[in-house]
């Protein structure tokens, strides 16, 4: 599928064309800026080789208008979707979207959010359906990736009428965070699901983003890019109180001080150039604001690293991108130098030398490292023609039930867990067989108590499991008084300790999740349904009246699976899932799912 991936700025146009098939190709790509006087100047590059000059378009749109002509006159022609980079897509579009003139509507609506980039945005959009009406047009969010992330994350704590008027963190750059993440994925040679990932794009606009098994989980940016690292010509974080103090101190307006934060500020507002290039220049011939500004730099950034490991329980690799991150060895080292204490060093020799050509992302950490280091730079346009390929790919078949069931709370016991609770060489008593071959439910019972509350009566399911794992729901953590995380079954490195009673004796132990949704099924029937191992979809679930769309579900393809979702009993009551429902995998309807309340765990 041949796309167009439009990046329509306030102040430059930047756009690719991708052959996107097995792999995704880069056709062709152009840059066109510094509109004046009637002409700006472009940059083209086709089949390796770049030219560059001035084009006689004095603005965005009349560029845009030329578009069929400058891409015909470079043989690139039968275009077949159209890919739009949307800065912002607020509370309504989560994921990518393929545009009506709803959507556009809705966009449109988002801009006192960004009041800068989602016109600019949209004029292309429009531009885009007069000059190819029949085409469709896709757009691909830079929040969207950050739609993951919880409310812990995103809410502000401010006055709740604040908070209803829409007042919460976003973030942004989430289209390179993804990018780089899964790239770095690629690179370590393991699933992303299984990685803890600080991603760090480091360019004129600057965030970090924590990705916790593969979805966004925190990233620096707010409510708007000016929150966060240090910038180009943005301040990052600061103190609100600073308002009031140049109101009242220096007679400053709110937009007065709002415009200088977005301005002048950051390595502008400390040296006067916003230019990375400059500054290390200049604190290489010994100026003190440079060095300052570079030092301030690189401890925020390093902060952040701290703070997202903290906030994912561990960390597995680091990854720069972005023109500082790709091009500074200098910077990197700083931000990474001191974090050895939690398994981090850098290889000095590999920093300085890294190439990117390609799409490469070498590796810079030392050998015995136990945190890599890659570098790699950002395909943010790449990746929005990926997924326009992705969103007008995914096929229509014939909806499907697939039955769903409810696990109450429960515990998977290790042999030392059935020992240490139960004594020396007892062996549990399976008393009620489950729908997954194999399965069953123990008649013993299991206390598990926290530091707020204990729960009664929790049941046990075997066979027994090399490592013990206990799955509550988000309400049960509450009763116990631990923030336990979403997993997937299995993954419990850095899951949070409970205590567990039996009649024998207690143990302490690791291993207490919310288990992520998921939906068991075999090989067959995954490839009939079109699914895969390790796929997300979402699915649409419950009575009508209640009923509740369950992003991300995870597709666990097991050899002897029995179809089946899993659910817990806050999402079912959510749903208010009753003895029978009914549903549909979305966005694709590609099945129907039949919710039938089974307790998993008597
Ligand atoms: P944008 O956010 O506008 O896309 P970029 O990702 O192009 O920004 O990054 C621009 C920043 O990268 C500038 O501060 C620039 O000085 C910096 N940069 C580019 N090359 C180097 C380099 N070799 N060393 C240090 N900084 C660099």
Known sequence: MKILVLNCGSSSLKF?????????TEIFKAS????????????????????????????????LAALPNILEGHGVTQLEAVGHRIVHGGETFRTTTVLDESTVVAIEALTPLAPLHNPANLLAVRVAKEVWPNLPQVAVFDTAFHSTNPPRATTYA????????????????????????????????????????????????????????????????????????????????????????????????????????????????????????????????????????????????????????????GLDAVVFTGGIGENSPSMRRRICDGLEFMGLRLDHDRNQLVKLANHAAPQIQAYGSRVRVIVTETAEQLMIARETAAALTTKASAPEPIPVAVSARHAHLSRIAVEALFGAGYQLTPAVTLRQPGQWAASERVILAGPKGRLEGVAILGPERPRTQIEISRTDGFALGIDAPVRDSGKLDGTPTVRLIGPAGSLDTDGLIVAARHIHINPDEARRMGLADGMLVDVNIGDEERGLVFGKTLIRVGAHSVTEMHIDTDEANAADIRVKGEGSLVPDLRAVVRATKEVVCP
């Open 32 to 63: 066109y800026e510094k509109f004046e006087a009637g002409s700006c100047s472009y940059k083209v590059t086709k089949d390796g080789m770049t030219e560059t000059g001035e084009a006689p378009l004095g603005d965005i749109a009349a560029v």
């Open 158 to 313: 401010v006055p709740k009428a604040w908070r209803d008027a829409g007042l919460r963190r976003f973030g942004f750059h989430g289209t390179s965070h993804k990018y780089v993440a899964i790239r770095a994925a690629e690179e370590i040679g393991l699933p992303l699901r299984d990685l803890k990932i600080v991603s760090m794009h480091l360019g004129n606009g600057a965030s970090v983003c924590a990705v916790n098994h593969g979805e966004s989980m925190d990233t620096s940016m707010g409510m708007t890019p000016l929150e966060g690292l240090v910038m180009g010509t943005r301040s990052g974080d600061v103190d609100p109180g600073l308002f009031g103090f140049l109101s009242r101190q220096h007679g400053l307006s709110i937009l007065e001080v709002e415009e200088a934060l977005y301005s002048e500020s950051g390595l502008k507002g400390l040296t006067g150039s916003s230019d990375m290039r400059d500054v290390e220049e200049r604190a290489s011939g010994g100026d003190a604001d440079a060095q300052l500004a570079i030092e301030l730099f690189a401890y925020r950034a390093r902060k952040y690293i701290g703070a997202y490991a903290a906030a994912m329980g």
């Open 16 to 24: 690719g064309v991708f052959e996107i098939g097995d792999n995704a």
